[in-house]
């Protein structure tokens, strides 16, 4: 499979991969054929990428079914409880139970996928991005050391500290920048999210200020309160690397995303000043940040297409190279990246195979 942005270019081509919401319903199918009109449903919905398929990526596998489930099950479950209003016993144990099943999927896998950030719907932005906090805030927490019981309240507690926001969709959802009013109440967010996790949901005080702190930053710069340091409990901290992260790769109707490495790179530009430079660490460590099938060019300038995550760390995926450096095609193969080979690293990231690429493809075939 390989990933491609979405658009007309690409009817007659064939889901590689089956496009569902975040809760799980499938929209289309793996197989589908692309059409004019199913492009526009999805482009409408706020698609940006697809998985299609070729010959040269056919046995390329993107994220596991299994953990696609499990974020989908903590995606449903905190709908339920926006439209009920109210966390009640029942849904707060099925909110563990489904945290519980990420936290199993991450310490089974290779590093995080980057599958999170790579196909995403604009109108499920809340629940999408609720889900994609929970599971980066896990990866911080498990690597800091937190055992079983904290990591499940860190990991509700990343699913709810957004929950304030429900009361303010429209704003969000408004084509356009913010006007400076919009944002000073949409900064309001963060006490109303902490009164409804702690006097509405009636949950653990330490998810209520993840709700109530996750914007503020080290160096006072942050809201509601300028807390500096410290006072920014460290269940905060988490929230806020990942909730900056997802809000970068997310795109708004008042500005575009940003790929992975370049919503990255900027994370790393704040650590130590606004955000935890030691939680950053060990974010960029864990975090593929090059999904499973992006078309990528290399310093050698070889073309390939990313084949696999590795344990080496998300930035050193295995790549499956497809071109000498003047663009003529080789016979396939597979080098896994490393920072010991300046030349096989990756310089950016392209949109799709360049014309020639795909042209002396058409050829061979």
Known sequence: MRL??????????????????????????????LTGRYIDNLLDRGYGRVYVEDEVSADIIGQDARSLEAQSDAARILRQAAVAGRLDGRRVAAMERAVGSIIAELRASTPLSAQLTALRAACEYSFTHAVNVCTYALVMGHAAGLGPADLSVLGVGALLQDVGNLRYVDVWNRPGPLTPAEYETLKQHTVDGYHAVLNEMHYDLRAAHMAYQHHERLDGSGYPRGLRGGQVLL?????????????????RP????????????????????????????????????????????????????VAAQ?????????VRILTDPKLHLVVPFEVGLSPANPARQIRRVLPSLPAAVRQRLAQAS
């Open 4 to 33: 491609e942005p979405l658009s007309r270019d690409l009817a007659g081509s064939k889901l590689a991969r089956s496009v569902t919401t975040v809760f799980g319903q499938v929209l289309l199918r793996a197989g589908t054929t």
């Open 310 to 318: 590795t344990t080496a760390g998300g930035q050193w995926p295995c």
């Open 254 to 305: 008042h500005r575009p995303d940003l790929r992975p490495h370049v919503a990255m790179r900027l994370i790393k530009d704040l650590a130590g000043s606004q955000l935890d430079g030691e939680l950053v660490h060990r974010f960029s460590e864990r975090a593929c940040i090059y999904p499973t099938g992006a078309t990528v060019l290399l310093e050698s300038g070889e073309v390939g297409i």
């Open 235 to 251: 269940f905060a901290r988490i929230g806020a690397v990942a909730d900056t992260f997802d809000a970068l790769c997310s795109r």
